[in-house]
């Protein structure tokens, strides 16, 4: 009796390790909280503040990247807080979303229990995947993050709700 508990005991320690290794975690930490996606499309997207007067950069074709992240209790994120950089250029941001769809240019108090997606107007022709989160009011601390982005072609980003809590870099 006591063998086939034994026996019982380490099965169970052995499914339960398993199942935790194929969980691993995927996502990144930044200076607000985690990053825990980062797509490209190149289907054209729609903001409030979207055009030409706003954005006079001159692109061969469009594309916007997309990067989901949960912040930590009582921070605060704008569309003015972070750009992309790669191959010395730099890619602003241009709208910020809730889980819920709502855009504001300020979320001054966030909800850590929320998702927020921050869009950015990128090269989409021939246009690198790897690029630099940069927090722009740093002075001092973590200023950067390298993220590798999903080129996802011409589809919808994932939203915000079906983003996994434990990542899907």
Same mark, same amino acid.
Not at 109 to 121: K, R, V
Not at 124 to 138: I, N
């Given at each position: 009796m006591k063998t086939l508990i034994t026996t019982l005991l380490m099965a169970m320690v052995l499914v339960i390790s398993v199942a935790s290794n194929g969980a691993e975690l995927k996502f990144k930490r930044f200076r607000l909280g985690r990053i825990l996606n980062a797509e490209i499309t190149t289907k054209p997207q729609a903001f409030s503040e979207l055009n030409d007067a706003a954005y006079p950069q001159k692109y061969r074709k469009k594309a916007f990247a997309a990067v989901t992240v949960q912040l930590d209790p009582k921070r605060s994120l704008s569309k003015y807080d972070f750009v992309l950089k790669a191959d010395g250029k730099e890619y602003p941001c241009v709208g910020v979303r809730k889980d819920n769809g709502v855009e504001k240019w300020k979320f001054?108090?966030?909800?850590?229990?929320?998702?927020?997606?921050?869009?950015?107007?990128?090269?989409?022709?021939?246009?690198?995947?790897?690029?630099?989160?940069?927090? %722009?009011?740093?002075?001092?601390?973590?200023? %950067?993050?390298?993220?590798s982005f999903k080129n996802i072609g011409s589809r919808e980003f994932t939203p915000a709700k079906q983003v996994s809590r434990k990542g899907m870099l």
């Open positions: 001054e108090n966030t909800d850590p229990q929320s998702l927020y997606t921050i869009y950015f107007m990128v090269e989409g022709a021939g246009s690198p995947t790897d690029f630099d989160l940069v927090y %722009k009011l740093a002075t001092r601390g973590p200023q %950067k993050v390298n993220l």
